[in-house]
């Protein structure tokens, strides 16, 4: 199992930015895919973007063109660039590592989540 722990999260007024950092543990970060996933209250937990071993990229339709997963593998760090941010963009967000990314999709291994940080965009 791998350590998560998610960072960046806040306060933000509409239309701007926030980076988000999930740092992992463990040597074989390298060879994980990542997703970035979030859940907003009452609904169900959804995958935002998703970046492959290679860094192939995969995202939701209602983030794409604002958002940018990317990793740093020398960091053991995978990154949520967000962009354009609006209150629908309000939720916790959540890392998971060492996921199955097959066919431009992203299925998260339920045992490696991290613990989640909150963002919030004010209208």
């Known amino acids: 199992q791998v350590q998560l722990v998610e960072s960046g999260g806040g306060l933000v007024q509409a239309g701007g930015s926030l980076r988000l950092s999930c740092a992992a543990s463990?040597?074989?970060?390298?060879?994980?895919?990542m997703g970035w996933f979030r859940q907003a209250p009452g609904k169900q937990r959804e995958l935002v973007a998703a970046?492959?071993?290679?860094?192939?990229?995969n995202y939701a339709d209602s983030v794409k063109g604002r958002f940018t997963i990317s990793r740093d593998n020398a960091k053991n760090t995978v990154y949520l660039q967000m962009n354009s941010l609006n209150p629908e963009d309000t939720a916790v967000y959540y890392c998971?590592?060492?996921?199955?990314?097959?066919?431009?999709?992203?299925?998260?291994?339920?045992?490696?989540w991290g613990q989640g940080t909150q963002v919030t965009v004010s209208s």
């Open positions: 463990g040597s074989t970060f390298s060879s994980f895919a």
């Open positions: 970046i492959s071993s290679r860094g192939s990229t």
């Open positions: 998971n590592a060492d996921g199955t990314y097959f066919n431009g999709r992203y299925y998260p291994r339920v045992d490696n």
